[in-house]
């Protein structure tokens, strides 16, 4: 009988009653157990495995039963056992611990229980019945989401046979909407889309203490000697040489010590941005809700700011830059008409409004000019890379080809030469062409301080893939590169 309800849509009431609220204050003071795996496009998953005694939590990671990582809490204390790297370390506040696999942040924040209330039921657009006494609820994709959704849709027309799979999901997502299946008696989401699955829940009796135990565990609170000496960046733990490249998660660095700490991003799927000039905060773009968003990260506490959630709902914002004054942050928000195009915008820090500060446009690598009256950026047009400035009015300047700008100091802009992939610098109206040192040839991706005498460059080391960072020191018209002397890992993106 049950089956021969599956997927017709209601017309009354939703099913999920007050179950729901029954469970969600049950599940924030009793034991309990639940496994939750998340699955990638490429098929693999990593399924998290979850005890509590409220306040007290433990979470395993694992790939087909290899244990990747466990995270315990307790008494307001984040305790991490990685066997995999022989890692085992203590973080103080929540989030500070450095995972090896980002992809584990992501599990992390998705590992606790969603529940579906009557009031969010009664939001989506199809209800029905799935076999198991489950609801199926279908929410329809809307504004900027759907018209990215579909932009990408077209862009990947493009795509060669092989990698069509991939495109699957974003079909279905356009076409049906956000899914997700819960249970009608208490309102346990089992199901969200195709990425992740509840596959066993169940309430305990007791849990003992020793399955909360940790042993010694190194800190990794991080100390720099000089704050003005740390930058932000991106780097993945897990990789070594020879291993293909994975996604970064924002980490502080110290570019004297090569000591790491990472930023305490309450949830996985951050990029780094910037850090504000009294080196307090940094400015990072997080997946939620399926697109990129602009949180403000405090580095001693966690503790997140985003007063501009509201102006920028659905948007997806990215690669954040904070004016020399600290009150506004340039960021890009993607969107025009094509993928590649994406408009620049001011954000208050403090009021969280908004205000357009570029029409559409391919463009990357912006700087603040000293004064914040306006910005240093690359503009690509067809084939062409250009060097341009921005106005606040708006109003676009060419000053000369190159590729990466930064701006160095107050007086001048280094760039890339796109003949010769050698550094060199100009001044602010684009006169005055001189090699950066000797041009270092092989080096990307430059990260300048703001009095322009220190920079952090990336350079890759042979065949292998490793990318590490060098500190570059300029006197005049000679630079000297430095290795830092860092950890293992991929690094990526340098930010002062």
């Not at 606790?112 to 199926?136: C, D, F, H, N, Y």
């Amino acid at each position: 009988m049950l089956a021969a309800l599956t997927a017709i849509v209601l017309a009354g009431a939703p099913s999920i009653g007050a179950g729901a609220e029954v469970f969600t204050a049950r599940i924030a003071k009793d034991p309990a157990r639940w496994s939750i795996l998340l699955k990638s496009a490429n098929g693999a998953a990593i399924r998290t495995e979850v005890l509590q005694r409220p306040p007290l939590r433990r979470w395993v990671f694992s790939i087909q039963g290899k244990t990747l990582a466990a995270v315990v809490e307790r008494e307001g204390q984040w305790y991490a056992w990685q066997p995999a790297f022989q890692v085992q370390e203590r973080s103080g506040p929540p989030w500070g611990i450095t995972l090896e696999l980002p992809t584990l942040y992501v599990a992390l924040a998705t590992s606790s229980l969603q529940v579906v209330t009557p009031a969010l039921a009664r939001l989506a657009k199809t209800e029905s019945i799935e076999e198991g006494g489950r609801v199926r609820l279908a929410f329809e994709l809307t504004g900027e989401r759907r018209r990215l959704a579909e932009a990408l849709l077209i862009e990947s027309a493009s795509l060669p046979k092989t990698s069509w799979a991939l495109v699957k999901p974003l079909e279905r997502l356009v076409e049906e909407g956000q899914i997700l299946e819960a249970e009608a008696d208490t309102g346990l989401v089992r199901r969200a889309g195709e990425a992740l699955e509840v596959d066993s829940f169940e309430w305990l009796d007791k849990v003992d203490d020793d399955e909360f135990e940790v042993g010694q565990a190194e800190s990794s609170i991080f100390s720099p000697a000089r704050s003005d000496d740390v930058v932000l960046i991106g780097l993945c733990g897990a990789w070594r040489p020879g291993h293909p490249a994975c996604e970064g998660d924002p980490h502080l660095l110290d570019t004297r010590t090569g000591a790491t700490q990472r930023v305490r991003v309450p949830m996985g799927g951050a990029i780094g941005g910037s850090l504000s000039p009294d080196r307090k905060a940094a400015f990072v773009s997080v997946q939620i809700g399926g697109s990129m968003q602009l949180l403000e990260v405090a580095l001693d506490t966690g503790k997140v700011r985003s007063p501009w959630a509201k102006a920028l709902s659905g948007a997806n914002v990215m690669f954040p830059r904070v004016s020399p004054d600290g009150k506004r942050i340039a960021v890009t928000v993607m969107g025009g008409s094509s993928v590649l195009e994406s408009g620049l915008w001011l954000v208050d820090r403090k009021t969280g409004r908004v205000k357009q500060a570029s029409k559409p446009m391919d463009q990357a690598f912006q700087s603040w000019l000293p004064d914040g009256s306006g910005f240093i950026l690359l503009v690509r047009k067809e084939e062409e890379k250009r060097v341009c400035r921005l106005g606040l009015d708006q109003e676009v300047t060419e000053l000369f080809e190159g590729d990466n700008p930064a701006l160095l100091g107050s007086e001048r802009i280094l760039y890339k030469d796109v003949k010769t992939s050698n550094w060199w610098t100009r001044k602010l109206n684009g006169s005055d062409p001189q090699q950066f040192g000797d041009g270092l040839a092989g080096f990307f991706a430059p990260a300048v301080a703001p009095d322009g005498k220190r920079a952090v460059f990336m350079k890759r080391l042979g065949e292998s893939g490793d990318v590490r960072p060098y500190l570059v020191k300029s006197h005049g018209k000679t630079a000297n590169a430095t290795a830092i002397p860092t950890r293992a890992g991929l690094f990526s993106w340098p930010a002062f």
